[in-house]
């Protein structure tokens, strides 16, 4: 059966093919990226997001600065240019390193090939988080989630999207609350979007109807994903992903993050030790390029904030689900996983 979303990232004819999350949920289009600097400008504008997105794009971004770079200083540097690019998302850099060692070690050939590599574990990696996560979730459950990670954020399939895309084709009918993700509106428009050609019944509301939801006994579950996820369990997210976890503690309602072992970043002890990028502040002055706010208003555009570990109710990983005390449960899944390659 064909999946209704095409794959988020490929590689065709020495180019990227991008889907231009920019122009969802109006329109379903593509950019080609020949250049690295055009993959950063994909990265920086958002036409792609999503931290395991992020990894698979850095990673044949080298592979593309490999196959028309002259010399292995050259690509170096454009491996540094993809990582500045989004400071937040550990895969990134994840990415972007893998290819580059097996550029060193084999050229064009080894770049391409571990990037392709990254791409189909990817999608393999968020099938087996969708089965460990929608084991969590009871028949019928009302899901919350926050941001977009979906497929649009992965390769493929999704990570805590998946989970609830798991959930539903085993026959469990889950009902998802999709919060809008303010400021730049990725539950509104990507989260939304999947779920409309996924088929799954799901509702949008405010972001600031979560605690009302919540206090009515309306929300069974909240599932996100992560961009990172620090050693001791602290998971820095999408803006507003805090508070969403302080309102499920208070109502005593599971908190699940769903992400790759690629998110764990165990160097990253604790969450202050990560990096939150700040992004243009005419994206919290504007809406869909129309401006709502005086243009002489100061704004504050945090990308990410950061849940601290004591809120959050299970991790659920490729390879298994993650409890309290997570530097021993997340080492343990890391180790796991480094035996597989």
């Not at 028309?68 to 400071?87: D, F, I, K, M, Q």
């Not at 509301?205 to 006994?217: E, F, I, K, Q, Y």
């Not at 990308?303 to 005390?325: H, M, S, Y």
Request: net charge positive; aromatic share 4%; glycine share 10%.
């Amino acid at each position: 059966m064909r999946d209704p979303i095409p794959p988020t990232i490929e590689w065709r004819r020495d180019r990227i093919r991008l889907i231009d999350q920019r122009e969802l949920p109006a329109r379903l289009t593509f950019v080609e990226c020949a250049t690295v600097g055009e993959v950063c400008g994909a990265i920086r504008s958002m036409a792609v997001r999503g931290a395991p997105a992020l990894g698979a794009t850095g990673a044949y971004g080298v592979a593309l600065a490999a196959r028309h770079a002259r010399g292995a200083a050259a690509v170096r540097s454009a491996a540094e240019r993809l990582v500045a690019t989004r400071p937040t998302a550990v895969n990134l850099a994840w990415g972007v390193a893998r290819a580059l060692d097996a550029y060193e070690r084999s050229g064009f050939d080894g770049a391409l090939a571990e990037a392709h590599r990254i791409a189909s574990d990817d999608v393999a990696a968020n099938r087996a988080i969708g089965r460990y996560g929608a084991d969590l979730l009871p028949e019928g459950s009302r899901v919350m989630t926050h941001c977009n990670a979906g497929a649009l954020a992965c390769v493929g399939y999704g990570t805590a999207v998946g989970v609830i895309r798991a959930a539903a084709e085993a026959g469990k009918r889950p009902h998802v609350w999709v919060g809008e993700t303010r400021p730049v509106l990725q539950g509104a428009r990507l989260t939304a979007w999947e779920l409309d050609r996924l088929g799954i019944d799901a509702t949008l509301v405010a972001d600031t109807m979560a605690a009302s939801l919540m206090g009515r006994g309306d929300v069974d579950v909240v599932v996100v994903g992560a961009d990172r996820i620090a050693a001791n369990g602290d998971v820095a997210n999408k803006i507003g992903t805090y508070g969403l976890a302080v309102l499920a503690a208070h109502h005593d309602v599971p908190f699940l993050v769903a992400a790759p072992t690629s998110t764990i970043d165990l160097s990253t002890p604790d969450g202050g030790a990560i990096e939150v990028e700040e992004r243009d502040a005419d994206e919290v002055r504007c809406v869909a390029g129309t401006r709502i706010a005086p243009a002489r208003v100061t704004a504050l555009n945090r990308a990410f904030d950061v849940t601290p570990a004591k809120l959050v109710t299970a991790i659920v990983t490729e390879q298994g689900v993650a409890r309290r005390p997570y530097a021993r449960s997340l080492a343990r899944l890391v180790r796991a996983r480094a035996r597989q390659r």
